[in-house]
């Protein structure tokens, strides 16, 4: 089984920073992608950013400058920086991953506010 452990949420104010890790065990061989999503009340979940094997980055427009995603592969995390933070970033952030299936870490809670 594949398990995803997120970090690092919390409030902060507007123009804050935070940093999110995802540490991801058990029978890991090969990550294709990993990436983090959010989801805000009543909203839809949505892609914030990922980061391939390889190295290479996409990231959501509303995020592009702000955030950085990154990656360790011999731990097996992945990470996102995240700047300049503003209160439509309110969410639950969650980390994912795709081997041969995609999974899913529980979510952790970011809250952007005064």
């Known amino acids: 089984q594949v398990q995803l452990v997120e970090s690092g949420g919390g409030l902060v104010q507007p123009g804050g920073s935070l940093r999110l890790s995802c540490a991801a065990s058990?029978?890991?061989?090969?990550?294709?992608?990993m990436g983090w999503y959010r989801q805000a009340p009543g909203k839809q979940r949505e892609l914030v950013a990922q980061?391939?094997?390889?190295?290479?980055?996409n990231y959501a427009d509303s995020v592009k400058g702000r955030f950085t995603i990154s990656r360790d592969n011999a731990k097996n995390t992945v990470y996102l920086q995240m700047n300049s933070l503003k209160p439509e970033d309110t969410a639950v952030y969650y980390c994912?991953?795709?081997?041969?299936?995609?999974?899913w870490g529980q979510g952790t809670q970011v809250t952007v506010s005064s």
């Open positions: 058990g029978n890991i061989f090969s990550i294709n992608v």
């Open positions: 980061i391939t094997s390889g190295g290479i980055t």
């Open positions: 994912s991953l795709v081997i041969s299936s995609r999974y």
